[in-house]
């Protein structure tokens, strides 16, 4: 069928993620006693391919900042493991991770923010060298002029500092200085929020044009649903610190299985008045609830418009229920197919019946 | 005027200039439009194309110096406001014109209730006392749709979500029920399925008030599905302006048409590689002789470095009623305008 999509490439997993967990303490009181914590992350797991581009997108938090920041170990996570490139992130000791660090890479939000405005752009993009590279000044300055040139930054103006940019041109500072030490993985964070639009666009093809040309593999965080199913060849939606469904880019975007991710797309204006008057939305009721006290059962349940009993009691899990997509929810049950009911699609449907077939 | 109705809100040839170090900023370039009654108009720019700076100068919010007002008239029914004294303008404001801005946080103030601060145009303007007061504020948390409204007057701003606090913004905006109601970038700042809740409310209220909507965004989804009709502005100037089923259907000004090419869409087909529109936005140090899209134009030829390219209407109306474009170069037939 059309959602059947066939593996294009014998891929290889470089980040697989298995039931991550990141829970910030909340401490109170005079004592300051760990009261509660934020459940920032509870319990994901997905893979991401060489090669691939895998979108996560949700409302602002969801936790998918948080996801991005685990999986560098830029937090200490609280469970669960992150293997990138075969190395468990999670248990690694402080001198091996330092080693690490240059196949795994990060691309900021806000290149206001996350360049220092007392350095020039040649300091900047030459600091993961100074760190990691061991390079002569010369062969330094060489390879910065070389990442000047794949992000599309002018060579004369190595010597400038960041305030002399715009918007576009800081996070092109920003992706060179990822790039310097030929990382395998970028997770990039929203790298286009702060941005125009019509300087978004310039930054998205120069990513797609660098992960052609190097071979990247990204985590693109976004909250862009237009954006993402132009970068993401798969797309995570997440939810109050869950995923709530994993899918091929196109068949998410024709047909979204998860009530929340419906909604989600639903809610997305469209840049065309005749398809906005036809169109009939999805409005959610109430905001997101509080993720250090997430609702029993199904966490969704409590803006969901096709909630049942059930979902507010029983948890449910992100199961495959059509080839390649993944869906944690209760009346989403895999698909029999008959036409297709050969050696492999018995054993499966069987298995997902036990698990998914409510109770009432 | 074509088609009959007397506009609201008349702006002509407003000018705005900030004085600084580095010499005059020309934010605003002799910016006109107008406003019929119950219409909503949608204001679509880049930051820095001086949309929010139009409608914070036609009522005096810049703060003055390092702004200036330099030309133009802004025409509130029969009287320029902007020739009025600051204490008259201060019965304007929040009176006849609401504002709703970006960032609900900073705009409501966190150490007053949210009731007091739905009150207090009330008691200002109106001149209720408390009690009248009181009850119309629950009235208005009510009509935008909060719940509980009479409990949660007493609480405090950090106690409601984001898409809470734009409602209260637009409770306060609504509250005298002006005539007309200026929002700028409201739903930038928050989630897709909030910025949803907000647009149903305006939409709802449009038809319950009826009164007239400037809507600032940048986002052309958001003005596709609410407004009657739109302005694009680049560089300080209203590059093209029409009703907005034949502005996205027929766009004029290249600028229009590489902005509609840039966005990808959810629904639609996709593209495997984004159009984009090369170059920077502008630096307006000085005012403009040439056109401000000129440097990023597909289109641009000779005519372009040294005329300013005057708004020309498209059609049968006159300028600013239908749809008008600032551009040499014309659609239609794909060559320099006659």
Redesign the interface.
């Known amino acids: 069928m059309l959602d059947a999509m066939p593996d294009p490439k014998p891929a290889t997993k470089l980040v697989q993620v298995k039931d991550l967990k990141m829970y910030f303490p909340i401490h109170t009181g005079l004592l300051r006693r760990h009261t509660g914590d934020v459940k920032a992350v509870d319990g994901i797991s997905f893979d991401i391919m060489e090669g691939e581009t895998l979108g996560l997108v949700g ?2 938090g969801c936790g998918k900042s948080t996801v991005g920041r685990a999986l560098l170990r830029l937090y200490e996570l609280t469970g669960g493991s992150v293997t990138i490139d075969g190395d468990d992130i999670a248990k690694l000791g402080a001198e091996a991770l330092r080693k690490k660090r240059p196949t795994m890479q990060m691309v900021f939000q806000d290149p206001q923010a996350s360049l220092n405005p007392r350095m020039t752009v040649a300091a900047l993009i030459g600091e993961p060298l100074d760190e990691h590279g061991g390079m002569s000044a010369t062969e330094k300055l060489a390879r910065v002029y070389e990442l000047m040139d794949a992000v599309g930054l002018n060579r004369n103006f190595a010597n400038r500092y960041p305030h002399a940019f ?1 918007g ?1 041109q800081r996070q092109r500072i920003g992706i060179a200085r990822a790039l310097a030490l030929n990382p395998k993985f970028i997770v990039c964070d929203e790298p286009i929020a702060a941005l ?7 930054v ?2 120069l990513l ?1 044009d660098l992960q052609e040309k190097f071979g990247l593999t990204y985590l693109f965080i976004s ?1 862009d ?3 993402v ?2 970068i993401a060849d798969r797309v995570a939606v997440m939810y109050l610190g869950r995923i709530a469904e994993l899918s091929p880019r ?1 068949p998410l ?1 024709a047909e979204p299985l998860h009530p929340y991710a419906k ?14 008057a036809k169109r009939r ?1 999805i ?2 009721q109430g ?1 997101v609830p509080s993720p250090s006290n997430p609702p029993k059962g199904c966490n969704f349940c409590t803006r969901c418009p096709e909630v049942i009993p059930m979902c507010h009691e029983v948890e449910p899990d992100l199961l495959e229920v059509r080839p390649g997509r993944f869906v944690a929810c209760h009346l989403v049950k895999p698909e029999t197919k008959t036409p297709a009911a050969g050696s492999t699609g018995r054993p499966e449907v069987k298995e997902h019946n036990q698990q998914g077939e409510p109770r009432i | 005027m074509a088609d009959g109705a007397k506009p609201v809100l008349d702006v002509r040839g407003l000018q705005t200039v900030f004085r600084t170090r580095g010499g005059d900023i020309h934010a605003v370039n002799s910016v006109s439009f107008h406003l019929k009654p119950g219409e909503l108009l949608g204001v679509v720019g880049e930051s820095g194309s001086g949309k929010s700076v139009t409608m914070m100068s036609l009522i005096g919010l810049l703060p003055m110096p390092p702004a200036e007002v330099r030309a133009g008239e802004v025409l509130l029914g029969d009287t320029d406001i902007l020739k009025i004294s600051a204490e008259e303008l201060q019965k304007v404001r929040g009176r006849r014109i609401g504002f709703v801005f970006q960032d609900p946080m900073t705009s409501l103030n966190p150490v007053f209730t949210v009731g007091n601060q739905v009150m207090e145009p009330l008691r200002w303007h109106m001149g209720m006392n408390k009690k009248q007061a009181f009850a119309r504020a629950v009235e208005l948390l009510d009509l935008v749709g909060i719940p509980d409204a009479a409990r949660r007057m007493k609480d405090y701003p950090h106690q409601f979500s984001g898409g809470m606090r734009q409602r209260v913004m637009i409770a306060i905006a609504l509250a005298c029920d002006p005539e007309v109601l200026i929002a700028d970038e409201p739903t930038t700042a928050l989630d897709v399925t909030i910025q949803a809740q907000i647009i149903e409310l305006v939409k709802e209220l449009r038809t319950k008030l009826g009164m007239a909507i400037v809507w600032i965004t940048h986002d052309l989804g958001v003005i596709a599905g609410i407004a009657d009709r739109v302005m694009v502005m680049y560089g300080g100037q209203v590059v093209e302006q029409g009703p907005v089923a034949e502005l996205f259907a027929n766009p004029q000004h290249p600028y229009t048409r590489a902005l509609l090419k840039t966005i990808p869409s959810v629904t639609g087909e996709r593209e495997t590689r984004l159009k984009v529109i090369e170059g920077q936005p502008p630096i307006l140090g000085a005012a403009p002789s040439a056109c401000p899209f000129m440097p990023r134009c597909a289109h641009s030829f000779a005519r372009c470095a040294v005329e300013n390219p005057p708004r020309r209407p498209i059609g049968r109306a006159e300028v600013g009623w239908g749809h008008d474009v600032a551009c040499h170069w014309d659609a239609r037939s794909g060559g320099p305008h006659a």
Do not use: C, K, T, W
Not at chain 1, 196 to 202: C, F, G, T
Not at chain 1, 263 to 276: F, G, M, N, R, T
């Open positions: 409302e602002s715009s576009g125009d639009v019509s300087i978004q666009a310039q998205v093809n797609e909250h649903l237009s954006m199913r132009h196109e975007y909604a989600l797309l639903s809610a997305v204006p469209e840049p065309d008045p005749e398809h906005e939305r409005i959610l905001d």
